[in-house]
């Protein structure tokens, strides 16, 4: 079975700021995809960035890197020159296997900026 | 583009009453998820299809939970009878097979269910 953990309830970081959101994952699988979405106080999910677990280089999706460390089993989520509208719950997951759809989420950090 | 679109957005109802939740998936998509938020457990996985079919209903909480999805642009989780403890937000979502991203799962914006 798969497991993330986030053990960062709530961060402040501020604005123009950059900041890191940890994630730590537990997997017996080879193959696997680790994924972070964000949660405005709207409700929606939005996805933001993808992991393959054999892709070598760290993903980045615009001011989002993920910093993947294989070895320690951690996919930190990158937020560079953080703006007001980042304020939301972010949400790391992952799936059983690359092509997998399956995903289980970690239960969340609250990130707030100020300005 | 229109997303995914979940009704009801809010639903207030007396414990032992029955609740259906909808969801229209996004157009071509293949596969579709029903997941539940709380403040407890966070985002649970019920059940997901893949070309209509139901793959895994390991989360379905019970048997009072029933999902189906009848065709490609349509899909129902009932509760029935409903209890205090399925109060949460249920969201809904729908994927397309793409090799560089096969977990972005687009969201609906979710039905926030009240059992009292």
């Known amino acids: 079975a798969q497991k993330i953990t986030q053990t960062q309830p709530g961060m402040f970081v501020q604005e123009k700021e950059a900041v890191t959101l940890d994630c730590t994952y537990d997997?017996?699988?080879?193959?696997?995809?680790l994924f972070w979405y964000k949660q405005p106080s709207s409700g929606e999910m939005i996805f933001l960035i993808y992991?393959?677990?054999?892709?070598?280089q760290n993903a980045t999706e615009g001011r989002y890197s993920l910093n993947f460390q294989k070895a320690r089993k951690s996919a930190n989520l990158v937020i560079s020159a953080s703006q007001l509208g980042d304020s939301a719950m972010y949400f790391c997951?992952?799936?059983?296997?690359?092509?997998?759809?399956?995903?289980?989420f970690g239960k969340g950090t609250k990130l707030s900026v100020i300005p | 583009d229109a997303g995914v679109i979940q009704s009801p957005r809010h639903e207030v109802t007396e414990m032992g009453q029955e609740v259906t939740l909808r969801c229209k998936p996004i157009?071509?998509?293949?596969?579709l998820f029903w997941y539940r938020q709380t403040m407890m457990r966070g985002l649970e996985l019920l059940i997901y299809?893949?070309?209509?079919?139901?793959?895994?209903d390991s989360g379905m909480p019970e048997d009072r939970f029933s999902a189906k999805m009848p065709n490609a642009s349509f899909s129902t989780l009932k509760i029935q009878p409903s209890e205090p403890r399925d109060s949460a937000v249920y969201f809904c979502?729908?994927?397309?097979?793409?090799?560089?991203?096969?977990?972005?799962?687009?969201f609906g914006e979710g039905s926030r269910l009240t059992v009292l």
């Open positions: 997951a992952m799936s059983a296997s690359a092509g997998s759809y399956q995903l289980t």
């Open positions: 299809f893949n070309n209509n079919v139901p793959i895994d």
């Open positions: 992991q393959g677990s054999y892709d070598e």
């Open positions: 157009s071509g998509h293949n596969s």
């Open positions: 979502a729908s994927s397309f097979l793409v090799e560089t991203h096969p977990g972005e799962l687009f």
């Open positions: 997997t017996s699988d080879q193959s696997y995809g």
